[in-house]
């Protein structure tokens, strides 16, 4: 069975630092390309960040500079590195696995909870 | 970058309803058009991928169609469980943008 489990959320201080992780398991982690996404309190879905297989990384203009993106594939987990934290990074932050031609999300785990105020 | 636009913004309907959400896109996206449906605490959840695969595991009362620009979801026979919020996105290219969604709630 296909599992993403999300940790690390937290409440931090605006300007301040996160390291979100998601375990893997029930899949070959390393063939699969994988995103970021998160809900803003009361908002839709955003995209946030993609890195693939091969290491190939992309984000959304909102966080880039500030979010790094990696994968252990020995460990099978996806980080997000979150610096420079904003009121607006405020979210639930989901990790969702991409698959097939037309690379669209068949997994997503159930989110960590990431509030930024002082 | 691809904007989505979910049309309406909300919906009530009743169990047992035919209902139709409308996606478009500010370009042309092929068929890579997938949507989602969500609800509260939960993981979103594929429905319909490619603008018209049924995701293994959807009930058949959930289809969706169109090409290009204009894509929709119908959902044939609403059921109680059927009350969310359901998202269109685009995976033609990056960034993989959502539409605002369409909250789908009981009259």
């Known amino acids: 069975e296909v599992q993403l489990v999300e940790s690390g959320g937290a409440l931090v201080q605006p300007g301040g630092s996160l390291r979100l992780s998601c375990a893997a398991s029930?899949?070959?982690?390393?063939?699969?390309?994988m995103n970021w996404v998160r809900q803003a309190p009361g908002k839709g879905l955003e995209w946030v960040s993609y890195i693939s297989s091969g290491g190939t990384i992309y984000y959304a203009d909102s966080v880039k500079g500030r979010f790094t993106i990696s994968r252990d594939n020995a460990k099978n987990s996806l980080y997000l590195q979150m610096n420079s934290l904003r009121a607006e990074d405020t979210a639930v932050y989901y990790c969702?696995?991409?698959?097939?031609?037309?690379?669209?999300?068949?997994?997503w785990g159930q989110g960590t909870l990431v509030t930024v105020s002082s | 970058d691809i904007q989505m636009t979910q049309s309406p913004s909300s919906l009530s309907a009743s169990v047992g309803d035919r209902v139709t959400i409308t996606c478009r896109a500010s370009q042309s996206i092929s068929s890579f058009l997938n949507w989602y449906q969500h609800k509260p605490g939960k993981a979103p959840k594929l429905l319909i991928y490619a603008a018209s695969s049924l995701q293994s595991g959807v009930p058949s009362r959930f289809s969706g169609g169109g090409s290009g620009t204009d894509f929709t979801l119908t959902i044939s026979s609403l059921q109680a469980e059927d009350f969310a919020t359901y998202y269109c996105?685009?995976?033609?290219?990056?960034?993989?943008?959502f539409g605002q969604g369409t909250k789908l709630e009981i009259k």
């Open positions: 996105q685009q995976s033609y290219s990056t960034p993989r943008s």
């Open positions: 029930g899949f070959t982690f390393s063939s699969y390309e």
């Open positions: 969702a696995r991409e698959t097939g031609s037309r690379d669209y999300f068949d997994y």
